[in-house]
């Protein structure tokens, strides 16, 4: 993931470019020279400005992976606070201009607050708060293909109330249409017609991380940019504009534009944004401040009547203004959001990258038509389901299992896309959500199946088929209840699957019963289908199923704990060994360091006593993090540094003590390893595991309560 941590550069400076271009859209600084040359700077050429600023805030913003909303109403109180504090800026002018005591002030001043912008420039961040809504809430509910549709027509609705105008104007009954659409806002080139596109645009190019190369991404963006200068030009010279903001080809041009900013990486030159919006925020005040001193100083026919010396002063002007504030703001630390990194107590490294490596692994070791089964239960087995969850997703993988219905709910939530099949119980009242949710629900027995059909709602399940396990399922020698359960109206059976209980073990004798169950479950299978039943999926295989079985042709496993990197105990023996790696690593931070005389007790029921002089340090974490108080008393041991030190004394909830008399240079800060990413480690997941009595499933599915979560 190291690519993704350096920055776009190349998007920061195009902002500055954007913000001079808007400048010049509102000075024309050709036009002493040439009205054609005016026309093409400031209403073809920098027409590009507001889109890239539409572009980029959706690129940041715009997921179909999304935790919860938090991002995008920090957005949109952020761009409210920027607009708020604009209207209050430009109120001397519009008093100036009488705004106030219009006719129609009241109506009037909604319709600019929402769309227009109560200063000329100021529509743009009303559109952005609009654009920014109503693309997030398309791309969370349609996925981006339908979302760029959407927006689509949106944006060609905008067009004929814009550049095409001149289509519409004479037919009678669309420009009533559009005469409406005016008494509300005065320009289709609003939050709602113009920016969602380019905001979708956003998202889906951050989303879809496959980047066109650099020579296609130019040639792209020239071929389309000369489209729409023919299309301007055209446009133009016909009289057909009502307004000149909108064309057809803007929007390939602003993709493959984008694309070629995207390809500057490296340190991120955030001062620029800042600098930007101030640019933007502040020119027309420069505009007036300019022309007023031109007034005052009789210099009008040099310094507003020259169009371009006009331009750069309004330019120099601006950018020094906005240095200027850029480097206040930066002192005051007016940062935008309370940094949070590397300020966790305790925490767990994710590796990602290993994740993506078990994927491949696992699905190159499953016969071809195999498809892996995500299980991404507990947290994702303690993982955190979230960024789990979305980048198996991103990676293609189409099937996921959790335990309940929650699980699943959430998953859908965050933008999972894949078929979901819950292992558990869900209460047959809750058919509704199965339906909505789109989930598959496990048929755990033949009276849950009656009961779930009697709900008259049609939703998918999987059968689940008890072959000698004993927890659910519906007996392999019940097969006229399955036969009945395969006829129930509401139910469709798209899977039928059974679960070994001894299938990580090569003993001759637990070999020999594993295999009677899988002869057990495909006798059925063969039964029902002499018997004229179509057969859906079939999958019996978890993880410890695919290595030492992994003959067996299934359509899916049901893959956990190996998709984590880790076995489930150190030693295991296993017919197929797969070179899988572990995905996490637990940390905590060194908080409290102490010397403590011979003789004294550390911690409850003092159950450590110090044998000579110690240097007991206290690690924060305990086993409401998740690691097992079974490791008290030197069971267990903690990394820091290179060295190990023994756990000392019960675990409490929160923290734990480690006796570092033998190690060297300790200190407040350090950081301590209590599960190590690593299978060599001695603190590697099934170890640490193992010496508290446990297999690494338990470990790692309690760790999800309270980590926090760092890459
Ligand atoms: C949890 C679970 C799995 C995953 O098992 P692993 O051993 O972690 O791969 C598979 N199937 C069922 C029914 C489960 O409950």
């Known amino acids: 993931m190291s690519t993704e941590k350096k920055s776009y550069p190349g998007i ?32 073809i050429v920098a027409r590009t400005a507001v889109p890239f600023f539409f572009l980029t805030s959706g690129f940041f913003l715009i997921s179909r992976y999304a935790y919860d909303g938090a991002r995008l109403r920090r957005f949109e109180k952020k761009t409210g606070l920027i607009y708020g504090a604009a209207i209050l800026l430009y109120l001397p ?30 529509w743009y961040l009303p559109a952005s708060m609009l654009g920014a809504a109503t693309a997030w809430y398309l791309v969370r509910r349609l996925d981006y293909q339908r979302a760029l549709a959407v927006t689509g027509v949106l944006y060609i609705v905008g067009l004929f109330g814009d550049s095409y105008y001149g289509f519409v104007e004479p037919i009678t009954f669309l420009n009533k249409i559009y005469a409406s659409v005016f008494q509300i806002s005065d320009y289709t080139r609003n939050g709602f017609f113009f920016a969602p596109i380019f905001f979708v645009l956003g998202g889906w190019i951050a989303d879809d991380r496959r980047r066109i190369r650099v020579g296609k991404a130019v040639c792209g963006f020239f071929v389309s940019f000369f489209l729409m200068f023919g299309e301007g030009m055209l446009l133009h010279h016909f009289g057909l504009q009502r307004h000149d903001s909108m064309y057809f080809f803007l929007v390939p041009c602003m993709f493959f534009l984008f694309h070629v900013i995207l390809h500057f990486r490296g340190r991120r030159l955030q001062q620029l944004r800042m600098t930007a919006l101030f640019i933007y925020l502040i020119h027309p005040m420069v505009i007036l401040f300019v022309r007023l001193a031109a007034k005052v100083l009789h210099r009008q ?108 709910i959430r998953l859908r939530k965050y933008g999972v896309r894949g078929e979901i099949l819950i292992l558990g119980y869900t209460d047959v009242s809750r058919v509704k959500e199965l339906k909505k949710y789109d989930l598959i629900q496990t048929l755990v027995d033949y009276q849950y199946a009656v009961s779930l059909n009697r709900q008259g709602i049609s939703v998918k399940a999987h059968l689940k088929i008890d ?12 097969v006229t209840e399955v036969k009945k359960i395969y006829r129930m109206k509401s139910l469709q059976i798209c899977g039928m699957y059974t679960h070994l209980s001894r299938s990580d073990s090569l003993e001759p004798e637990d070999v020999a019963f594993t295999k009677k169950q899988i002869d057990r479950f495909y006798a059925l299978a063969d039964q029902l289908k002499a018997d004229g039943i179509a057969i859906p999926k079939l999958h019996i295989q978890s993880s410890y199923g695919l290595f030492n079985y992994p003959q067996l042709a299934c359509d899916y496993v049901r893959c956990g704990i190996a998709l984590y990197g880790v076995l489930s105990t150190p030693d295991s023996d296993t017919v197929r060994t797969l070179d899988l790696r572990p995905v996490l690593s637990v940390k905590a931070r060194v908080i409290h360091m102490q010397t403590i005389p011979k003789g004294e007790s550390v911690g409850y029921g003092r ?44 675990i409490c909830m929160d923290q734990l003590a480690v006796d570092v008399t033998d190690l060297t240079g300790v200190a407040v800060g350090d950081i301590g390893t209590i599960v190590a990413d690593s299978l060599d480690s001695p603190l590697s997941a099934p170890k640490v595991a193992a010496a508290a009595q446990s297999i690494s499933n338990e470990l790692l599915c309690r760790l999800g309560a309270r980590l926090g979560k760092v890459e």
């Open 93 to 122: 002018v519009n008093l100036y201009n009488h705004y106030f005591a219009s006719e129609y002030f009241l109506p009037n001043f909604i319709k600019d607050l929402v769309f227009d912008g109560t200063m000329y420039h100021l």
């Open 301 to 408: 026919s040099l310094l507003v009547d020259q169009s371009l010396v006009h331009y750069i002063i309004v330019c120099i002007l601006s950018v020094a203004f906005a240095l200027g504030m850029t480097g206040i703001w930066s002192r005051w630390k007016l940062s935008d959001s309370p940094k949070r990194k590397g300020t966790e107590r305790a925490w767990i490294e994710m590796n990602r990258d290993n994740l993506e490596h078990n994927v491949h692994v696992l699905r190159k070791a499953m016969p071809i038509g195999c498809e892996l089964m995500a299980v991404v239960k507990t947290e994702a087995y303690g993982h955190g389901a979230f960024a789990v969850a979305i980048q198996l997703d991103r990676i293609g993988v189409k099937a996921f299992a959790v335990a309940t219905i929650a699980e699943g």
């Open 607 to 650: 159950a450590f006593v110090t044998e000579r002089d110690s240097e007991i340090a206290i690690l924060s974490v305990g086993y409401g993090d998740g690691i097992p108080r079974n490791l008290s008393g030197s069971i267990g041991r903690v990394m820091i540094g290179m060295q190990y030190a023994p756990i000392v004394g019960r």
């Open 467 to 478: 072959t000698g396990m004993h927890r659910l399922g519906v007996g392999y020698d019940s």
């Open 12 to 43: 920061d400076c195009f902002r500055i470019l954007a913000a001079l271009l808007v400048v010049a859209i509102h000075t024309s600084p050709l036009l002493s020279f040439s009205e054609t040359g005016d026309f093409i700077l400031t209403r």
